[in-house]
């Protein structure tokens, strides 16, 4: 035992005394779930648009006074022909022109009817998207205002209700994807790498030529990273809770249990890795692209899986990030119990069995 | 016998690192491992510390097989690699303490064992290992070698890359570590070390060329050697080297190693074959052979 807090001790030092690791280690999580909360982001949020209004009239004024009121959008201009929709387009300056058409109040009055034109730069699909729909939302709510009194026979006015993101925010969907990153690229990178920075040194020659037994040095080798983990998920959730205001609706207690089971499967990922590679470099290639890659695009986080090629649907079941997501996703947001996530918990916990087994079979106590 | 080892053959895919070798090595003995880089030194001492395989043949440290009793041989070995194998992040004094934690010792307990070592690098303790000079990382690196008390203590070219005086004192640990009974297997390629060995095997390519004393070694010299020097080393290595009975030719510091392949070989023969060839100042005298020329003799 005294070996083996001997070891951790000396495994401390490392990290303490490499301060660009440490900086990375702590400084990444905290950059990745600012940049995923703030900037990358799917809503909108006081977009520049440009009006062409041809009729001037007291419903299109009102209906722009309502636009302009809302926090999505902000007026930047107001153009007077057909033939400026193009330039302010090219110029850069909106996202979006309004065009409404001749006579909007009448015609609404006389046919029931009026027409305004929403005319986005597609440039960027998703952005034209979302303004489009807000736009619409504006003016389907504008709608409603105005037909209060009125019976009308025939109208769908469609009412979809978002659960569990109910203002969309994706920032909700960006922190369990982000917080999977983050362990999984510190427990299995780090490790990886602090196993074989021992190899290319030459001090896993004197390692293995003294008492110590494998599973000393790799469970020493693993110790501080466990911890260093969970700091890094705390750091995450409170960055979430405090900062994004995302509530965690299911039990913090579950979460830290399900947390640690996916980083100790990352962890023995890790050992995996440094088993195959001999030096600090292909390790962390092999971390990166190996491990980053998949989590990135194939656990569900950014792209769905239920819309893959089948082949790659098939492919995802295999990643351990999938199931921590899920996981983590029904905790965070359903607030569901471990009655309905058992099924994921066992599937990660399999997983996590099985690397530890096999690093410690791949282990090897001689050097060839 | 601390050591043995019996035909012991190991190869890497195209290249024999190892052929047939067979030694032993008494209990207190200094034993020292002579040969050029590749010989196969490395190969063998990773063979004995059972990091390796041998192809074949056997091999027992301490009395135990390096196979079959691996763990208790790395109980009782201290083991220096060639590569200067510390933790460069960690202080002189925390690089001692682990490896004394590790072995489960303490540094106090056998502090009587590294003293001599350590007080020399005790005023630098709280330096990280990497900031050392070479001399001082040997030196650190055989305190933690040396930490456990080890029953055999392997010391693969522990003084490659040092200076002269560091290499001296270094030698002189070692012998005083012989005297507390530690067996020592040490590599070099430095000749002028073997001397300072009870015994040496000269290794070359995987195969060992012989086994002895250094000065039984000498004295095997099958071949009176002489001493030259001219005003012109160049181009007197490049006449001896012309000479039709000429037998071997190396440089030697400031002369060159001749001899001749006749038996009745007269000095002034050469002398006045030198002269033919334009060099003044000629000096030949008869010299005795170092372990060097035995190596070169042995190697031909």
């Known amino acids: 035992m005294k070996r083996f807090i001997g070891f951790i001790k000396k495994e401390f030092y490392h990290i303490f005394r490499d301060r660009r690791s440490l900086f990375i280690l702590f400084g990444m999580p905290i950059a ?61 300056h909106v ?67 978002m659960v569990y993101n109910p203002e969309l925010k994706s920032v909700y969907m960006f922190v369990p994807g982000v917080m999977t990153i983050i362990l999984m690229l510190v427990s299995a990178m780090m490790t990886s790498i602090s196993i074989t920075r021992e190899k290319e040194l030459g001090t896993m020659e004197i390692l293995l030529v003294s008492p110590l037994k494998p599973f000393q040095v790799i469970i020493g080798k693993v110790f501080p990273y466990i911890f ?38 990352a962890l023995a990922l890790g050992i995996l890795i440094s088993t195959i590679s001999a030096t600090q470099q292909t390790a962390m290639m092999i971390s990166l692209m190996g491990l980053m890659l998949p989590v990135i695009l194939l656990s569900g986080f950014i792209f769905p899986i239920s819309s893959m090629p089948l082949p790659l649907q098939v492919i995802s079941n295999i990643i351990p990030a999938k199931w921590f997501i899920i996981i983590i996703k029904g905790i965070m947001l359903k607030g569901v119990g471990i009655q309905f996530i058992w099924k994921e918990t066992l599937i990660l916990l399999g997983m996590t069995v099985l690397f530890i087994a096999l690093s410690v079979k791949k282990y090897k106590i001689r050097l060839e | 016998m ?95 303490d682990f490896f004394a934690t590790i072995f489960g010792t303490t ?54 890359g040092v200076d002269p005086v560091s290499r001296k004192e270094f ?81 030697f510091g400031e002369f060159v190693h001749y001899t001749d392949n006749r038996t009745d070989f007269n000095p002034d023969h050469l002398k006045a074959y030198l002269e033919s060839k334009n060099l003044s100042n000629i000096h030949i005298e008869k010299t005795i052979a170092t372990i060097e020329d035995t190596f070169m003799e042995l190697a031909k």
Not at chain 1, 100 to 116: G, P, R
Not at chain 1, 230 to 258: C, D, H, Q, R, T
Not at chain 2, 19 to 37: A, M, R, T, W
Not at chain 2, 57 to 77: L, M
């Open chain 2, 2 to 96: 601390s050591i043995s080892v019996k035909h012991i053959s190991k190869s890497y895919k195209s290249v024999n690192a190892l052929q047939d070798i067979s030694f032993e090595v008494k209990k207190g003995e200094l034993y020292g491992l002579i040969g050029p880089d590749g010989a196969g030194k490395t190969t063998l001492f990773r063979i004995l510390t059972t990091l390796l395989f041998a192809d074949e043949g056997t091999a027992t440290v301490a009395g135990f097989d390096v196979v079959a009793d691996y763990k208790s041989i790395r109980n009782s070995v201290g083991y220096m690699p060639g590569k200067f194998s510390l933790y460069q992040d960690l202080t002189v004094e925390e690089n001692l």
């Open chain 2, 107 to 160: 540094v106090e307990e056998n502090y009587d064992l590294i003293k001599d070592i350590y007080v020399q690098i005790e005023p630098f303790k709280n330096r990280r290992a990497g900031k050392l000079s070479g001399g001082m990382k040997q030196k650190l690196a055989l305190s933690c070698a040396l930490i456990h008390k080890p029953k055999v203590l392997f010391l693969d070219e522990p003084t490659t």
């Open chain 1, 95 to 161: 996202k979006a022109v309004l065009n409404f058409e001749k006579d909007f109040s009448k015609n609404l009055i006389k046919d029931n009817k009026a027409t305004v034109q929403i005319i986005t730069d597609a440039t960027d699909p998703n952005t034209a998207n979302t303004i489009s729909n807000y736009v619409n939302a504006i003016l389907q709510q504008y709608q409603k205002d105005v037909n209060k009194d009125i019976t009308i026979v025939y109208q769908i006015i469609p009412e979809t209700r």
């Open chain 1, 32 to 92: 990745q779930i600012l940049l995923f909360g703030f900037a990358i982001t799917n809503e909108i949020n006081n977009v520049d648009i440009a009006i062409l209004d041809h009729s001037k009239d007291a419903t299109t004024k009102e209906i722009i006074n309502k636009i302009s009121a809302s926090k999505y959008f902000s007026i930047k201009q107001i153009i007077e022909k057909e033939a400026d929709i193009e330039s302010v387009f090219q110029k850069g």
């Open chain 1, 228 to 265: 260093l983990s969970i700091i890094n998920a705390v750091v995450i959730v409170m960055l979430s809770i405090f900062i994004f205001k995302m509530p965690v609706e299911g039990s913090l207690f579950l979460l830290a249990l399900e947390s640690i089971l996916f980083i100790i499967s």
């Open chain 2, 171 to 251: 030698w002189e640990m070692l012998k005083r570590l012989q005297q507390k009974g530690i067996t020592i297997l040490v590599s070099t390629p430095y000749m002028d070390e073997a001397a300072l060995c009870d015994r040496i095997a000269l290794i070359q390519d995987g195969k060992i060329l012989e086994i002895d004393t250094p000065e039984a070694i000498v004295k095997h010299y099958p071949k009176p050697i002489y001493n030259v020097r001219a005003n012109n080393m160049y181009q007197l290595i490049n006449s001896l080297n012309a000479y039709e009975h000429n037998h071997s030719v190396y440089p």
